[in-house]
Structure formats: structure tokens, C-alpha cells
């Protein structure tokens, strides 16, 4: 059977829905060897040649040269017995379907073959996201792993920093142990190409504890990436990581490893597929060890200019007025503050670095933000007074100043209320500022048109957004996207799972009225998640406690813009492609692009449901954790 390919909503190949058939041939222009998974070469008329040719150019300039005379003195003749061409009755026009007629064929394990096609990997987006392999919980995308050793990786509580975590056994039988995307039909492959540009800051980290070491106490450990189904890899000491620390039993160590090393090592960073940590073959016998944290980031440099408190190596600072900037307490969602206030002398303000402390953003400066919260308390000055953001380097060598209508924003303060500011560190570099050397950050009215005005700050920070997501719940409810019942009247609660890897989770009772349920947005806090399309997921924990019925179908529901577009999956078609066991905990992940595909408008998603068809659900209870929208 052909392969049919699965394309994201740029018409790229993004994976196979079915791995069937495919071919291999140089394209004329390019002479590069290309894949393509459509109908070809089946999709052109053929002719039947039957031939027995001798002679020619080619044996006549071979060899000893022409046709051996000999070699048809026995009488050798080319018989031909018969040649027939069926017709299929199901369609005896085009001869589709006479092999997929009868039920049951769309069935893998009963006569649906797969074919050896290789799977296309999204195309790169270019935009670095991050990766998380496991955290506390595990990945769907990236399932844990024993190679060739018989065992079950486990779910285990360590300390309380750690919480969840994976813990491996090994036995007798040598074997390697990690993560393993290629085990899915359609594998999540991982692009970390788009991280070269940040250079040093993006790493492969994990912390790994040691708790048996292996009866061979000559034991190397090992780790290992490969990519595009093992046709690149990369095989280090895991003392060869950037740190180059010791191994140590009993005790959490962290190891990073280069995402630039691994490429100069060989490594194809756009089809990232399996992690091991592992002692070297056959050395590994009695080994227990135990992994969290698994990810592949680019760690960016971040300055916190005030955020609750003031940072010290950057105080708050009034350039010549006289004052002194106070900390005050503002309202709940701000608490404490920094706060100025101008007085007779003219004077700007804002955050002043100590002797020698400087902020490098270089490495911010192809998507860095500069970003504060600012509320004129009183003395406002005059309406056509200009409110100002400017950044100083290397002693006032060089200074960007801006209007704060041209930030990101594009709005002008109003006593009395909180608003955002946010600007691009790409923008003030192309102003000149030498982003290597940032010493001074103001916020101030204009020159010698402040005084009496009385401002605060809070939130100051100049960072590198990292990749949206949206937490629904995990061990708390989301205040912004609380849990709700559509229509049957309940008040969904939090309860105490006995599951330990669990302990508060959102639980859900339906009663005789018909109803759905889930986490809907308050108004205003819709989630955004165009930025993560391309390998962003829904992912959920949800355990039955009591079900309403063995045959009751459970159903995934998202809905963006107040339900003017949305998408109903069967839970089983998620990534884990299981249906609910009643009393254990099982995940489900949903891809974003996959939705984007089926119609959601992924850029203000406002509902997320998880319930039993409408109608069927009387008696059910069921609980829901670690509710997520996030990228991989």
C-alpha cells in the first residue's frame, strides 16, 4: 500500500499516517537523490518488454571483446510460458482496491504490511525551542527505554528538589538504557539546529544519581545521542561533558553537553531521536541509577532589575534630584514595588549598575526583551510631557532613548494603573548601544518636566522569552483558567490521589444532567500557542476513579475564541493512543499541529475538555493532573 503523508498547515511533510511504499530517484536538475512518498512510479503507463538481446556496444568493448560463439552451441533457447495481466473487479478501470476490499485490512496486525518508507521529519522552523525529554513527569513523545535488557524503567520518588524520577536496573543482559522517540509510529524527532546560533548557552543537561554502581567497578558511563534512526550518533564519557566533574555514587550531579560539540562531532542536530545514559556494554550488571531534568535549552543570561526586591549589584537610583528610591508594597499581584519621586531638581531615574558589574546581552540581541511594569502614582506631568526608556553602556559611551508609546505596547502611561512596557534589544543595538557593557536602565518623565510625580517599577528585567505554555493544573488550579462544569450544575474539586507521583489533583463528578467538563479561560486570558505550533502539545494525566460504563467513549475537546472554531478527539487517538483503565493513571498528548490542521485556531485557545460522551456519563468521577499546554 501506498504511504500517505501527514502535512502541517504550510503543506510541508511532516510524518506518515501510513508507512507503506516510497521511491528513490535523482532529480534531473539538481542531480540530488530524492524521496517521494506519492504513487510513483505507479501513477504512469507501462509497457511488458520481453527480450533476449545479443550483442550490441557494450559486450564489444569489454572484456575479450564481443560474444562468445559457444556460448549458444546446446541449442540454449529463451522460452517464455505465459504472460498474464489481472483485472481487478472491484474497480476493473484503474485496478485500485483489489487487495483492500475485505474488512479488516486497515488492520496492522492482521493484513495491512508496512513498508519501509522513511518518515519525513518536519522541516525546520528556523526558531529555537526547547526541548524536555523528562521533568518530573514523563514525555509521551520520548518514551523511556531498556534496548535489549528485559526491564521496565520506573516512576520513583526521590528527594524533595527531584520529586519524580526515573530510575533504571540493570541485569544480566547487557544492555543500554535512555529515551526513544523512534519507538512511536510516527517518532518526534527533535531540531536543535536552530541553536547554533546561541553558541555556548545551548546544552544537553540531565542530573543523574548514581545508587548502585556496577558490580564491575572498572564500569565507563556513557552517553550517547543519535539521530535520523541511528544513522548518526555521538558516544561520549559522561565525564566529557562541559563540567568535567567525577562520577560520584549517591549523590545528584548535573552533565551538559554542547549542542555545538555534538555537531562538530558528527551529530545531525534536525533529526534528534534517542538519549542514552548508560554504563559501557556489558559492564553494567547491578547497576541502579536514576535520571531527571532531561533537556535540551539554550540558556540565556538574564538580568533581574527588580522583582519583589531590590537587586543590590543594581540598585535603585536617583541620577540627581537628591532622593532616595523607596521600596513600598503595592497591590497583591505587584506587592513589593520600587518607587520614585521627583522633586524641584530635575532628574532622571531608574537602575544603576555597581562599580564593575555590568550586563552582557549580546547574546540576547536576536530576540531579547528589555521589559517593565510602570504606574504613575500622582503628580502626573503635563499631556504632552513624553515619558522616556533609555539604556546606557560603557559609562555613557553610548545611550539609546525612546518614547515609551514606541515600545512593543504602544501606549502612554495613565495614573493610577499598571501597564507593561516591553522593547526589543535588537532595536536598541541597531540605535548603537554597546549591548556588551550595559551599565544604566532609566525610566523618567522628560528632563525638567517631572516634579511632583511619584512612580513605580516593578518587574524589571532585561531576558530572553522562552517558548509559551499554559499549566491548566498541576498540584493547584490555574486562578486565570479555572476548572469547570459546562452544564450539569457541579463544582469540580481538588482531591488527594493516593498516588504519591499525583497528591492534588482535579477531580470531576457527573450527575444525571448531561454535561462536559475541563478548564475554561477567564475573559482575557486566553492562551496563545501560534509560537509553539510546530512541536508544541496538550498533554494530560487522567485517571478514572469510577466509570460510568465500559463501553462509554471518552472524548478530548479544545475550543479557541468563545467556540468559534474547535476539535473533538477520541482520548485514544492521542500520541499514547490508550483508552481509560479504570483506577491508574495514564497520559494523553495531542499534537498542536495536529489540531491547527483539523481546524483550531491555536492563537487564543479559551477551553480545554476531557469527558465521556454527552449523555453517557452519569456516575462518572475521574481526576485530572498535570494539565499542560506546552512546546514538546
Not at 502535512?7 to 511504499?21: D, F, M, R, T, V
Not at 524641584?344 to 540576547?364: K, N, Q, R, Y
Not at 469547570?484 to 492534588?504: E, K, N, V
Request: overall charge negative; hydrophobic content about 40%.
Amino acid at each position: 500500500m501506498a504511504s500517505e503523508v501527514r502535512y502541517n498547515s504550510k503543506g510541508e511533510a511532516s510524518g506518515l499516517i501510513h508507512q507503506g511504499w516510497f521511491s528513490e530517484y535523482f532529480d534531473i536538475a539538481t542531480g540530488e537523490k530524492e524521496v517521494h512518498w506519492d504513487a510513483s512510479p505507479f501513477d504512469q503507463d507501462f509497457h511488458i518488454l520481453l527480450n533476449l538481446a545479443v550483442g550490441g556496444d557494450w559486450p564489444s568493448n569489454v572484456n575479450n571483446l564481443g560474444i562468445d560463439e559457444t556460448a549458444f552451441e546446446n541449442g540454449q533457447s529463451y522460452i517464455i510460458d505465459y504472460v498474464r495481466v489481472y483485472e481487478c473487479s472491484t474497480n476493473p478501470t484503474t485496478g485500485k482496491g483489489c487487495e483492500t476490499i475485505r474488512s479488516g485490512y486497515k488492520d496492522e496486525e492482521d493484513a495491512l504490511v508496512l513498508g519501509k518508507a522513511p518518515i519525513p521529519s518536519p522541516p525546520s522552523s528556523g526558531v529555537i525551542q526547547d526541548l524536555t525529554i523528562f521533568a518530573d513527569v514523563a514525555n509521551a513523545d520520548w518514551p523511556i527505554w531498556d534496548c535489549c535488557g528485559g526491564s521496565t524503567p520506573a516512576l520513583v520518588l526521590d528527594d524533595e528538589q527531584h520529586g519524580a524520577v526515573v530510575e533504571f536496573s540493570i541485569g544480566a543482559a547487557p544492555t543500554v538504557m535512555g529515551f526513544n522517540t523512534t519507538l512511536l509510529t510516527t517518532p518526534a524527532r527533535f531540531d536543535a539546529s536552530p541553536m547554533l546560533e546561541a553558541g555556548p548557552l545551548a546544552n544537553l543537561t540531565f542530573d543523574m544519581k548514581i545508587v548502585s554502581a556496577p558490580n564491575d567497578a572498572n564500569a565507563v558511563w556513557k552517553f550517547k545521542i543519535e539521530s535520523n534512526t541511528a544513522s548518526e550518533a555521538v558516544e561520549l564519557d559522561i565525564t566529557q561533558d562541559i563540567n568535567g566533574n567525577p562520577l560520584a555514587t549517591g549523590e545528584w550531579q548535573t552533565f551538559s553537553f554542547s549542542v555545538q560539540d555534538l555537531a562538530d562531532a558528527g551529530l545531525d542536530l534536525t533529526g534528534i531521536d534517542v538519549i542514552m545514559i548508560f554504563p559501557a556494554w556489558g559492564t553494567g550488571e547491578g547497576a541502579v541509577y536514576r535520571v531527571d531534568n532531561v533537556e535540551i535549552t539554550v540558556d540565556y543570561p538574564e538580568l533581574v532589575l527588580f522583582e519583589d526586591e531590590t537587586n543590590l549589584d543594581w540598585p535603585i537610583w536617583d541620577c540627581c534630584g537628591g532622593s532616595t528610591p523607596v521600596e513600598v508594597i503595592d497591590d497583591e499581584d505587584h506587592g513589593v514595588v520600587a518607587e520614585f519621586a521627583i522633586g524641584a531638581t530635575p532628574t532622571v531615574m531608574g537602575f544603576l549598575s555597581g562599580e564593575s558589574i555590568v550586563f552582557d546581552a549580546s547574546l540576547l540581541v536576536t530576540s531579547g526583551l528589555v521589559q517593565f511594569d510602570m504606574k504613575v502614582v500622582s503628580g502626573t506631568a503635563s499631556a504632552e510631557t513624553p515619558w522616556l526608556f533609555k539604556v546606557e553602556s560603557n559609562g555613557a559611551a553610548q545611550a539609546v532613548e525612546i518614547d515609551l508609546t514606541n515600545s512593543n505596547e504602544g501606549v502612554a502611561p495613565v495614573t493610577g494603573e499598571w501597564q507593561t512596557y516591553t522593547f526589543s534589544i535588537q532595536d536598541l543595538a541597531d540605535a548603537g548601544i554597546d549591548l556588551a557593557n550595559i551599565d544604566v536602565v532609566m525610566i523618567f518623565p522628560a528632563w525638567g518636566a517631572g516634579e511632583g510625580v511619584v512612580y513605580r517599577v516593578d518587574n524589571a528585567k532585561i531576558f530572553n522569552p522562552s517558548a509559551p505554555s499554559l499549566t491548566l493544573f498541576e498540584q493547584e488550579e490555574n486562578a486565570q483558567w479555572p476548572m469547570w462544569d459546562c452544564c450539569g450544575g457541579s463544582t469540580p474539586s481538588i482531591a488527594i490521589d493516593a498516588d504519591p507521583l499525583h497528591g492534588a489533583t482535579a477531580e470531576f463528578q457527573i450527575g444525571a444532567a448531561p454535561t462536559v467538563m475541563g478548564f475554561q479561560a477567564e475573559e482575557d486570558a486566553e492562551f496563545d500557542a501560534s509560537n509553539i505550533l510546530g512541536g508544541g502539545v496538550i498533554r494530560f494525566d487522567m485517571k478514572v476513579v469510577t466509570s460510568p460504563g465500559d463501553s462509554t467513549e471518552w472524548f478530548f475537546k479544545v475550543e479557541s475564541l468563545g467556540a468559534a472554531t474547535a476539535v473533538e478527539i477520541a482520548v485514544e487517538e492521542s500520541k499514547e493512543g490508550e483508552t481509560p483503565v479504570t483506577g491508574e493513571w495514564q497520559t494523553y498528548t495531542f499534537d498542536l499541529q495536529a489540531l491547527a490542521d483539523a481546524g483550531l485556531d491555536v492563537s487564543a485557545i479559551d477551553v480545554m475538555m476531557v469527558f465521556p460522551a454527552w449523555g453517557t456519563g452519569e456516575g462518572a468521577v475521574y481526576r485530572i493532573d498535570n494539565a499542560k499546554i506546552t512546546s514538546k
